[in-house]
Every structure is written in structure tokens, then in C-alpha cells.
């Protein structure tokens, strides 16, 4: 191990999670049978309706995808490799042919070589899709060049250009658990036999229900396919102790999910099972696992009780789950995926937080996720953490002894605001306490409410067109409307006016753009099976997508580089119509030069004060900033009646989308980075302190950002050196949590260790890094990226 990369993982990891570990620690593979199998259904149904293609595609999966079972007591596995990415040719296909042989070549997200066999099966079958895929049919519906206004204006991921499905949520792990399969079978049927033949509706409502019932059984004969294999496997296995463990295998994967679970083995491989199945049926980065150690804890506490199984054991079996996470991978292609590096994925556990009666919920199974954590030390799941008045201090304390030997990783975010925000949306209470972080920011209520993020508006650049009259300083093109010669304004008022034209227009834009995305997955992609798991589909015979859990239902926005428009607009108001330091003239000439030759008007701005900083001034002005944007957005529905929703984030399209933006007179350079995070102050400027950054990002009105919000920050490892050093960084989270801060993660690394691993991978295979709200590996990102990382400001104490 290099010289300062401690491994501080527990010698108590057994040696099958520790074999297992290394194996899942490969480069990604992409696996071609998902793309082939479902491409051999579309052949075989092109007769039958959309949704029963759907329906019938899953099945076809999971009865003939290879399976296999390896040293281990959770099975199950979505690809045929053991870190790998499906091909989602349904969504879009002929990137996969374009970039084929590329993916191991690239600078980012590089892959392991195709093999010439699977190349040559890929270009059998993908061709199939011409015309057909969800992503040509979202084009055909979009206006002449307004996918080419979509890459410039923001950062598609979740979407047909994204090319992954809209899988953002949970689905009622907690129902399938308790009923079973074959318990909800009986709900559908039950359904079936409501219907009206005579009512307009009921083809729809017949036809939904009936895909239902076909995925049902899907999954419950893949889980008995796995429950064959563990049979044969015993028969022919020579050492006790391993025949023995196959066989336990194979009577959980008869039962589960089939039926109600009846211990704790048997409920984690039932929630695994349901996991990758809608995973295979709508793959994508952000499928989460909800509130695990609630709905978990009845099978574990009735284990123990019954000494069915030990608290050894138990955290093996998490720790088993937490390798099969690591090796699920998504792949994107280069349009889209500097906009999330390092093989993004966000398969989320929240933990802690209160009951729906309102009681704290910190268990043992709480402390147990954390353990886990600890023994596996994988960039995969992620966990969120949720903190209220009543957290417990042992159980915040461990989260953050857990976080210094993850390098940071977890996500802490608030009850207070995110529970407000939940009750102002129209959620009743309990909805609302029982709330989960999905993907990289949004909360939601597992299985009960569909809350989807949506594209991000480069809000720089739209300061840029309204500093321009709407044209590109880096290419000259006309994006935005004409808003006016900026030399000629008077007032910061009419520089005001003409940003919130250019975001209104383009606001305008994504907001068609994203409705258009959310009806082609609705008409061309439903999935009958995650909607199966969400409460109300059944009841209503439809689609989750298309309002089955109306109206818990809401699609978001997303607010990019927020913190350089209010250092931009602070610089401005203060220097030129203030102090009259510059005139707009010269303010917009130092921009067109890029500031070459102009470092006395540079030095100039650069002397406001930025946010980040605990000042009133910026922080209003970052704030006014973020409510005109949310206000904006929220005059829009969206598909199925969809309330429109705004957040504050950016992934890591903050370096991408810097590419495309000039000079700002923030004093930022044309083509450097973005503000990163969401909310988090411009690399480097919050100057003030840790305490001072969470007072300026706690101001703002998270009450207006009801789709989340994202603040990163980073720490020296000594920072957290010691317990009175921990306990500083535990108050110091609370009273973030407490004073109306929504999310907070860390990156607790020495900026002379990540140096370190630039220069000397090989030595740093392993070294954990927070990219932006998901963790990845450091020698996995792209050298820009690392740099990024690099400059954010490191603090040396709390």
C-alpha cells in the first residue's frame, strides 16, 4: 500500500467478503445479452401492444440470462460479468456501434475491450432498433435543431440522450417482504375482476395489469431459476459446510420473492432479487434500496431473538449485498458522460431519521449498514444519513468515524427541511417523515411518490447571453433572445432584467424538452413491473410514469452554477454601479479579451466578496438567483399532471459545461470549471471557513428548491483526528441540519495524497474520493476531473 493510503478496514471482514471484494474491484465489462435478449422479444411480439412487448421483453431476460452462483450466500447478478453495464438498446442503440471501439480507449469511464465475437453479435442486433428506440422517437417529436439547443443551454442525463431510464425512486421493498410476490399477484387479479368492459378506459387498465401479472411471474421464476442451479450445485459440492449453504440457497430462492419473507437471510435476498429485476427492466444510475434498515429490522431483531442468526452474521450478509452493489455500472456515451464521471451510480440506503409516527428510528440495523461500510470500504451503495434534533450522538458519531475511514462518501441531510418541504408538496405527514434521498439529491417516499430530477440550465451561461445580447462569447452563435447592448445599461436593475429574460426563455426549453422525454419513456417504455411497487398503480390500472401514484407525482429542473451568477452580479452591482470602479464598457471588453490585459479590472473584481463567506450582500444576491429560477419553473406541469419542482445541483457537468461558457466577471476564466455541487462556493473562494460556507448556503431559501440541493465540502484527514475533533464536526453538522440546510457530503482526503495518486495510480487503486454526490475511485476520473477535485478548498480544522 502507498506511503500515506491507510487502510483502516477492520481485520474482522471474512475471508469470503474479502475474496469476493477483490474480485468485484475490475475494470467494468460491458455485457451484451440483456440487449440481445430483449431485442430477440421485440422480434417475437412486434404484434402484441407496447406495454405486454414490455412485459414479455423482462421475461424473456430473466428466463434466459446466464446465471451462475460464486462463493457466496446472496445471489443474483443483473449482468453475466461481475462488474459490468447492460447494453438498454430500447432507449438507444447506435452510439453502442459508433463508440464500440472506443470504450477501453477513452480517458474517462474506460471499459475492458469488447471482444471481436461481441462486436460482431452487436452489429447482428442493434440494427434492429433503427427508428424503433425511445431516444429517435423522443427526436422525431422535437423541433428542427432543439436537441443541439439542448447540449448547449444544459446537461442531459436522465433522459433518451442520457440513454438510461428514468428509475429514480424505491419501490415498496416493505409490501414485497410482507405479501410476496404472489401476495400482490392476487391484488392485480383482484383488479382484473373490477373492470369494466364498457368504460373507456379499461383496454388501458386491462392491458397494464395484465403486463403486471407477466412480470410478476418473471421474477419469481428467475429467483427459482437461482433456487435449480443452488440444488444441483449442493448435490455435486464435496465440502459440508458449502453443500450446506447451497442448500439454505436453494429453499430462500424457492420461497422469496415469491412469498412473504420469514427471517432476515431470507428478506435481504428477496430485496436483491427485486432489485436487479427492476434494474434489468429500466436500468439506470439511481435505483435506490429506501430505507433499508427500517423496513429490515423486524426479520433481524426476530432473528436475534430466536437465535436464528448472530449480529456477526447478519453484518456478513450486508456486507455480501454491499459486492453485489459495487458491480452494477452504467455506460455512457461521450455526448453525455463527462456530465457524470466516474461511473456514476447513486444506489442509495437511507438511514436513520424518524418513523412515520414521528420516533427516532436509529436501530441496530442502522449501525450495522455502517459497519458494513467500513469492512467493504466500496464506492457502492451510498449512504445517506438523516439528521434531526433527536439523532442519536453514538449513531452520528459512528457515521462520522465511518466517513474519516471512507475519505467521506456519505451524504448527511436534514429532516427538519427536507420534511417541510415534503408537507408544503402536498404530502401528509407520514409520507413525509418516511422520506428517502434517491440518486444524487432528490428525496422522495419509496414506493409512494414519484419525485424525478430532471435537465440541468447552465445558468452562467445564460449571464453570459444576457451579457452578450444573447450570443455565445466562445462561438458567437445566437442561443438566447436579444436582450439589449449590456455597454448601454444604466442600472444593475436592467442587468437583472436581461438574465431573467435569457433563463425565461430557456427555461421554456427544457421544460417542453423534459415533458417531451418524460411522454416518450410513458408511451414507448412504461414498466409494468416497478409500477407494480409503487401504491396506487394497481388501484388505477397505470404506469408510474404516467400518474399511477398521482398526485404524489412531481419533475424537477435543475439550477447549474448558481454561485458564479451571484459572484458575477455581486462584482457588477458593487464595481460598476456602486463604486463606479469600471463602466460596463470596459467590464464587457475585459470579458470578450478574457481578461488578457485587463488584470486591473480582474484584481477589481476579484475584491468583492464572494459567497460562501457568511455575507448577506452575495448570499442574497445567490439567493434571489435560485428563487427566480424556482418560481419560474414551478408555472409549468409536466406529464401526467406532474408539478414542476426546482433543484440546485450540476454532478460533474460543472467542468463540461464550463467548456461552453466565456469569461464571467466573477473573475472566472473562459472554459474553466463551473461552480460545483449545486450550492457549494466557487473552488477555493469560501476563505471564511467551514462554518461560514454552511451560514451562506444555509440562507437560502431551500423551501423554493423542493427537488434538492447539493453542498460539497472537503477537510484535511486531521481535521477528524481525534474524538473531540469528531464531536466539533458532528455539532457542526447538526447545526447545518437544524438552521435550514438541506444536504452536506465530504471529501476528508490531503490534497498531497491525491497529488500522489496522479502521479502513481497503480498505488491508489482503491482510494475512495466524494466526486460530486456519489462516490468513485480517483484514478478512475479524467485528469480534468482530479484537477477539479484538486482545487476545491480544503479545510485544515472545524
Known amino acids: 500500500m502507498a506511503r500515506g493510503a491507510v487502510d483502516r478496514r477492520p481485520a474482522t471482514a471474512s475471508a469470503r467478503v474479502k475474496k469476493l471484494r477483490e474480485k468485484v474491484l ?17 422480434r417475437e411480439t412486434e404484434r402484441e401492444p407496447a406495454i405486454i412487448r414490455r412485459a414479455r421483453s423482462l421475461e424473456k ?54 471482444t471481436e465475437a461481441e462486436k460482431i453479435k452487436m452489429k447482428e442486433f442493434l440494427p434492429y432498433w433503427e427508428g424503433k428506440s425511445v431516444y429517435e422517437k423522443w427526436r ?205 451510480r447513486q444506489f442509495s440506503i437511507t438511514l436513520g431519521g424518524v418513523t412515520r409516527d414521528g420516533r427516532d428510528a436509529v436501530n441496530e440495523l442502522s449501525y450495522l449498514f455502517l459497519e458494513a461500510d467500513a469492512q467493504v470500504r466500496l464506492s457502492a451503495p451510498d449512504l445517506v444519513i438523516r439528521v434531526n434534533r433527536n439523532t442519536p450522538d453514538a449513531f452520528l458519531m459512528r457515521a462520522i468515524e465511518v466517513l474519516r475511514i471512507l475519505n467521506g462518501k456519505y451524504k448527511f441531510v436534514s429532516d427538519e427541511t427536507i420534511i417541510q418541504q415534503m408537507l408544503e408538496n402536498g404530502k401528509p405527514v407520514e409520507y413525509a417523515r418516511d422520506y428517502i434521498v434517491a440518486g444524487c439529491w432528490a428525496s422522495t417516499v419509496g414506493g409512494r411518490s414519484l419525485d424525478l430530477p430532471g435537465p440541468h440550465l447552465n445558468l452562467a451561461l445564460m449571464l453570459e447571453l444576457a451579457l452578450n445580447n444573447g450570443m455565445s462569447r466562445l462561438t458567437g452563435e445566437q442561443i438566447g433572445p436579444k436582450t439589449g447592448d449590456p455597454r448601454k445599461f444604466k442600472s444593475y436593475n436592467e442587468v437583472w432584467d ?100 485587463e488584470e486591473e479590472v480582474l484584481r477589481i473584481l476579484e475584491s468583492v466578496p464572494r459567497f460562501g463567506n457568511d455575507n448577506d450582500d452575495v448570499d442574497s444576491i445567490v439567493n434571489d438567483v435560485l428563487v427566480h429560477f424556482s418560481r419560474e419553473v414551478a408555472r409549468f406541469r409536466s406529464v401526467a399532471g406532474a408539478k414542476s419542482t426546482s433543484a440546485a445541483a450540476i454532478v460533474t457537468a460543472n467542468v463540461p459545461m464550463g467548456q461552453l461558457v466565456g469569461a464571467l466577471p466573477d473573475g472566472r476564466r473562459a472554459g474553466e470549471p463551473l461552480s460545483e455541487g449545486g450550492i457549494s462556493p466557487y473552488q477555493g473562494r469560501n476563505v471564511s471557513g467551514p462554518v461560514a460556507t454552511m451560514r451562506s448556503v444555509a440562507k437560502l431559501d431551500h423551501m423554493k428548491l423542493t427537488n434538492g440541493s447539493v453542498l460539497n465540502m472537503r477537510f484535511n484527514p486531521d481535521a477528524l483526528k481525534d474524538e473531540s475533533k469528531m464531536r466539533k464536526f458532528a455539532s457542526l453538522i447538526r447545526t447545518y441540519c437544524e438552521t435550514g440546510g438541506y444536504l452536506v457530503q465530504f471529501n476528508i482526503v490531503d490534497t498531497r495524497i491525491l497529488k500522489e495518486a496522479q502521479k502513481h495510480p497503480e498505488n491508489y487503486r482503491d482510494l475512495l474520493i466524494r466526486v460530486a454526490t456519489y462516490s468513485a475511485y480517483f484514478v478512475e476520473l479524467s485528469q480534468e476531473l482530479q484537477d477539479d477535485i484538486i482545487a476545491r478548498m480544503e479545510f485544515q480544522d472545524v
Open 26 to 42: 475490475v475494470t467494468p465489462e460491458i455485457c451484451i445479452e440483456r440487449g440481445q435478449l430483449v431485442t430477440e422479444s421485440y
Open 61 to 114: 431476460v430473466l428466463s434466459k440470462m446466464t446465471i451462475d452462483i460464486d462463493d457466496e450466500l446472496i445471489v443474483g447478478r443483473a449482468t453475466t460479468k461481475v462488474r459490468g453495464a447492460p447494453l438498454l438498446p430500447e432507449v438507444s442503440w447506435k452510439w453502442y456501434l459508433e463508440e464500440m471501439d472506443t470504450f477501453s480507449a477513452r480517458d474517462i469511464d474506460r471499459f475492458a475491450p469488447l
Open 140 to 344: 422525431a417529436m422535437l423541433p428542427e435543431n432543439m436537441e443541439k439547443l439542448y447540449l448547449k443551454i444544459g446537461a442531459p442525463t436522465s433522459s433518451p440522450v442520457g440513454a438510461m431510464y428514468l428509475t429514480h425512486n424505491a419501490v415498496d421493498y416493505e409490501k414485497v417482504l410482507a405479501r410476496g410476490l404472489n401476495g400482490i399477484k392476487l391484488e392485480v387479479d383482484e383488479q382484473l375482476g373490477k373492470l369494466d368492459p364498457t368504460d373507456l378506459t379499461y383496454l388501458e387498465k386491462y392491458l397494464f395489469l395484465r403486463a403486471v401479472n407477466i412480470t410478476l411471474g418473471a421474477v419469481t421464476g428467475f429467483a427459482k431459476r437461482y433456487a435449480r442451479l443452488a440444488g444441483r450445485l449442493a448435490e455435486k459440492e464435496k465440502n459440508v459446510q458449502r453443500k450446506i449453504e447451497l442448500e439454505r440457497i436453494a429453499e430462500i430462492c424457492d420461497h422469496v420473492p415469491a412469498d412473504p419473507a420469514r427471517s432476515f437471510h431470507e428478506a435481504l435476498q428477496s430485496v436483491w432479487f427485486m432489485f436487479i429485476a427492476v434494474m434489468i427492466e429500466g436500468w439506470s444510475t439511481a435505483l435506490s434500496f429506501g430505507r433499508a434498515d427500517q423496513y429490515l429490522y423486524p426479520y433481524y431483531k426476530k432473528d436475534i431473538q430466536e437465535g436464528i442468526i448472530t449480529r456477526e452474521k447478519a453484518l456478513e450478509l450486508i456486507e455480501l449485498l454491499y459486492v453485489k452493489v459495487q458491480g452494477l455500472v452504467t455506460i455512457f456515451g461521450s455526448a453525455t458522460v463527462r456530465n457524470a464521471a466516474g461511473f456514476l
Open 498 to 597: 436581461a438574465y431573467k429574460k435569457q433563463t425565461e426563455a430557456q427555461i421554456r426549453t427544457l421544460i417542453f424538452l423534459r415533458n417531451v422525454d418524460r411522454q416518450s419513456f410513458v408511451d414507448f417504455a412504461p414498466t409494468p413491473l416497478q409500477s407494480a411497487l409503487f401504491d396506487g398503480c394497481i388501484e388505477k390500472g397505470k404506469d408510474v410514469a404516467n400518474g399511477g401514484t398521482a398526485p404524489h407525482i412531481t419533475h424537477g429542473l435543475i439550477a447549474s452554477a448558481a454561485p458564479n451568477v451571484g459572484d458575477s452580479l455581486a462584482a457588477i452591482k458593487k464595481v460598476v454601479f456602486e463604486d463606479k470602479k469600471i463602466t460596463m464598457g470596459r467590464l464587457i471588453d475585459a470579458l470578450d479579451r478574457d481578461f488578457r490585459g
